[in-house]
Protein backbone atom coordinates (compact mmCIF):
# COMPACT_ATOMS: atom_id res chain seq x y z
CA UNK A 1 0.00 0.00 0.00
CA UNK A 2 1.36 3.58 -0.80
CA UNK A 3 1.36 5.11 1.89
CA UNK A 4 0.84 8.65 1.20
CA UNK A 5 -2.81 10.31 2.58
CA UNK A 6 -3.89 7.24 4.10
CA UNK A 7 -7.39 7.37 6.78
CA UNK A 8 -8.17 5.09 8.97
CA UNK A 9 -11.62 4.74 8.97
CA UNK A 10 -13.15 3.16 12.18
CA UNK A 11 -16.67 2.52 12.04
CA UNK A 12 -18.52 2.92 14.85
CA UNK A 13 -20.75 0.21 16.67
CA UNK A 14 -22.54 1.40 20.07
CA UNK A 15 -22.92 2.19 23.45
CA UNK A 16 -23.41 -0.65 26.17
CA UNK A 17 -26.55 0.08 28.90
CA UNK A 18 -24.27 2.39 30.54
CA UNK A 19 -23.51 4.37 27.88
CA UNK A 20 -19.88 3.63 27.15
CA UNK A 21 -18.25 2.12 24.22
CA UNK A 22 -18.85 -1.21 23.46
CA UNK A 23 -16.86 -4.45 23.52
CA UNK A 24 -16.62 -4.42 19.71
CA UNK A 25 -16.32 -0.36 19.50
CA UNK A 26 -13.06 -0.60 21.41
CA UNK A 27 -11.69 -3.30 19.76
CA UNK A 28 -12.37 -1.57 16.42
CA UNK A 29 -10.79 1.68 18.03
CA UNK A 30 -7.28 -0.45 18.91
CA UNK A 31 -7.07 -1.86 15.55
CA UNK A 32 -7.84 1.45 14.21
CA UNK A 33 -4.93 2.84 15.99
CA UNK A 34 -2.45 0.11 15.15
CA UNK A 35 -2.66 0.37 11.86
CA UNK A 36 -2.92 4.23 12.01
CA UNK A 37 0.82 3.93 13.27
CA UNK A 38 1.67 0.65 11.42
CA UNK A 39 0.97 2.89 8.03
CA UNK A 40 2.29 5.64 8.95
CA UNK A 41 -1.30 7.70 8.14
CA UNK A 42 -2.23 11.10 8.29
CA UNK A 43 -6.17 10.88 8.87
CA UNK A 44 -7.97 8.70 11.57
CA UNK A 45 -11.90 9.08 10.87
CA UNK A 46 -14.75 7.89 13.71
CA UNK A 47 -18.12 7.78 12.87
CA UNK A 48 -21.67 7.52 14.36
CA UNK A 49 -24.48 9.70 15.45
CA UNK A 50 -26.51 10.83 18.37
CA UNK A 51 -28.80 7.51 18.36
CA UNK A 52 -30.22 7.89 22.29
CA UNK A 53 -31.93 10.62 23.05
CA UNK A 54 -29.45 10.87 26.36
CA UNK A 55 -26.58 11.52 24.16
CA UNK A 56 -25.19 15.00 24.74
CA UNK A 57 -22.53 14.24 21.94
CA UNK A 58 -22.55 11.87 18.94
CA UNK A 59 -20.91 8.90 18.89
CA UNK A 60 -18.48 10.14 16.61
CA UNK A 61 -17.27 12.16 19.14
CA UNK A 62 -17.29 9.91 22.28
CA UNK A 63 -15.14 7.53 20.01
CA UNK A 64 -12.69 10.43 18.87
CA UNK A 65 -12.36 11.35 22.64
CA UNK A 66 -11.50 7.71 23.30
CA UNK A 67 -8.72 7.71 21.03
CA UNK A 68 -7.16 10.80 21.99
CA UNK A 69 -7.24 10.10 25.82
CA UNK A 70 -6.14 6.44 24.99
CA UNK A 71 -4.19 6.24 22.52
CA UNK A 72 -2.63 9.78 22.11
CA UNK A 73 -3.59 11.14 18.58
CA UNK A 74 -3.42 14.65 18.24
CA UNK A 75 -6.95 16.22 17.61
CA UNK A 76 -6.01 17.67 14.42
CA UNK A 77 -5.47 14.10 13.18
CA UNK A 78 -8.89 13.20 13.79
CA UNK A 79 -11.64 13.23 12.06
CA UNK A 80 -15.35 13.28 13.12
CA UNK A 81 -18.28 12.11 11.37
CA UNK A 82 -21.52 12.87 13.25
CA UNK A 83 -24.29 12.25 10.39
CA UNK A 84 -23.75 8.53 9.58
CA UNK A 85 -26.74 6.31 10.92
CA UNK A 86 -25.77 3.18 9.58
CA UNK A 87 -22.91 1.64 7.11
CA UNK A 88 -24.26 3.00 4.29
CA UNK A 89 -24.18 6.58 5.96
CA UNK A 90 -20.82 6.03 6.81
CA UNK A 91 -19.43 5.08 3.33
CA UNK A 92 -21.79 8.13 1.57
CA UNK A 93 -20.87 10.60 4.27
CA UNK A 94 -16.84 9.69 4.29
CA UNK A 95 -17.08 10.16 0.69
CA UNK A 96 -18.72 13.18 0.43
CA UNK A 97 -17.38 14.90 3.49
CA UNK A 98 -13.66 13.89 3.54
CA UNK A 99 -13.17 12.54 0.33
CA UNK A 100 -14.29 14.34 -2.22
CA UNK A 101 -14.38 17.39 -0.02
CA UNK A 102 -10.95 17.77 1.71
CA UNK A 103 -8.57 15.34 2.74
CA UNK A 104 -7.42 14.05 -0.99
CA UNK A 105 -7.23 10.26 0.66
CA UNK A 106 -5.96 7.91 -1.31
CA UNK A 107 -5.93 5.00 0.35
CA UNK A 108 -9.25 4.48 2.74
CA UNK A 109 -8.40 1.73 5.48
CA UNK A 110 -11.92 0.46 7.09
CA UNK A 111 -11.63 -1.31 10.20
CA UNK A 112 -15.18 -3.29 11.55
CA UNK A 113 -15.94 -6.32 13.52
CA UNK A 114 -15.74 -9.84 11.13
CA UNK A 115 -19.51 -10.28 11.70
CA UNK A 116 -20.08 -6.87 9.90
CA UNK A 117 -17.05 -7.42 7.21
CA UNK A 118 -19.07 -8.78 4.63
CA UNK A 119 -21.75 -6.13 4.68
CA UNK A 120 -19.44 -3.31 4.82
CA UNK A 121 -17.27 -4.19 2.30
CA UNK A 122 -20.33 -4.65 -0.23
CA UNK A 123 -21.74 -1.17 0.94
CA UNK A 124 -18.65 0.25 0.44
CA UNK A 125 -17.62 -0.97 -2.69
CA UNK A 126 -20.30 -0.22 -4.32
CA UNK A 127 -20.02 3.58 -3.14
CA UNK A 128 -16.57 3.50 -3.24
CA UNK A 129 -16.31 2.66 -7.22
CA UNK A 130 -15.66 5.49 -8.95
CA UNK A 131 -11.91 5.74 -10.67
CA UNK A 132 -11.06 8.44 -8.65
CA UNK A 133 -11.84 6.76 -5.25
CA UNK A 134 -9.33 6.11 -2.84
CA UNK A 135 -8.24 2.39 -2.66
CA UNK A 136 -9.90 0.19 -0.17
CA UNK A 137 -8.44 -1.96 2.57
CA UNK A 138 -10.16 -3.70 4.98
CA UNK A 139 -9.48 -5.11 8.71
CA UNK A 140 -11.92 -7.13 11.24
CA UNK A 141 -11.57 -7.61 14.89
CA UNK A 142 -13.10 -10.12 16.33
CA UNK A 143 -16.75 -9.01 17.35
CA UNK A 144 -19.09 -9.97 20.34
CA UNK A 145 -20.81 -14.01 19.94
CA UNK A 146 -24.57 -12.01 20.13
CA UNK A 147 -23.43 -9.65 17.42
CA UNK A 148 -22.24 -12.55 15.07
CA UNK A 149 -26.22 -14.45 16.01
CA UNK A 150 -28.04 -10.62 15.39
CA UNK A 151 -25.91 -10.19 12.06
CA UNK A 152 -27.32 -13.64 10.85
CA UNK A 153 -30.98 -12.31 11.63
CA UNK A 154 -30.10 -8.57 9.51
CA UNK A 155 -31.80 -8.17 6.82
CA UNK A 156 -30.98 -4.56 5.48
CA UNK A 157 -27.84 -5.90 2.89
CA UNK A 158 -30.54 -7.13 1.32
CA UNK A 159 -32.65 -3.16 1.84
CA UNK A 160 -29.08 -1.92 0.23
CA UNK A 161 -29.23 -3.76 -2.99
CA UNK A 162 -33.06 -3.38 -3.13
CA UNK A 163 -32.75 0.86 -2.67
CA UNK A 164 -29.35 0.87 -4.81
CA UNK A 165 -30.74 -1.24 -7.64
CA UNK A 166 -31.14 1.67 -9.98
CA UNK A 167 -28.17 3.63 -8.73
CA UNK A 168 -24.99 4.42 -10.19
CA UNK A 169 -22.15 2.70 -8.29
CA UNK A 170 -20.43 5.29 -6.91
CA UNK A 171 -23.00 8.58 -7.85
CA UNK A 172 -23.33 10.09 -4.57
CA UNK A 173 -26.24 12.21 -6.01
CA UNK A 174 -27.72 8.95 -7.26
CA UNK A 175 -27.09 6.65 -3.77
CA UNK A 176 -28.35 9.77 -1.32
CA UNK A 177 -31.53 10.62 -3.25
CA UNK A 178 -32.19 6.87 -2.89
CA UNK A 179 -31.29 7.37 1.06
CA UNK A 180 -33.34 10.32 1.35
CA UNK A 181 -36.54 8.28 -0.51
CA UNK A 182 -35.93 4.94 0.57
CA UNK A 183 -34.28 4.09 3.54
CA UNK A 184 -35.80 4.83 6.93
CA UNK A 185 -32.87 6.24 8.99
CA UNK A 186 -32.43 8.94 6.17
CA UNK A 187 -35.85 9.92 5.08
CA UNK A 188 -37.74 11.39 8.32
Same mark, same amino acid.
Given at each position: #????? @? ?55 ? #? ?48 ? @? ?48 ? #? ?14 ? #? ?9
Amino acid at each position: #MNKAN @SAVLCLSHELNQLNQLSFDSIQRLEKSFEIFNAHNCKNFITTGWKYKKELKIPLSKI #MAQYAVKNFSIHEAAIHEEPLAKDTIGEAYFVKRNFVKANLHINNLIVVT @SDWHLTRAKEIFEFIFSEANDPKLYFYKVPGEDACHTKEALNSSILQFRE #MTKFCKKGNLDDIYSK #MLKHHHLYND
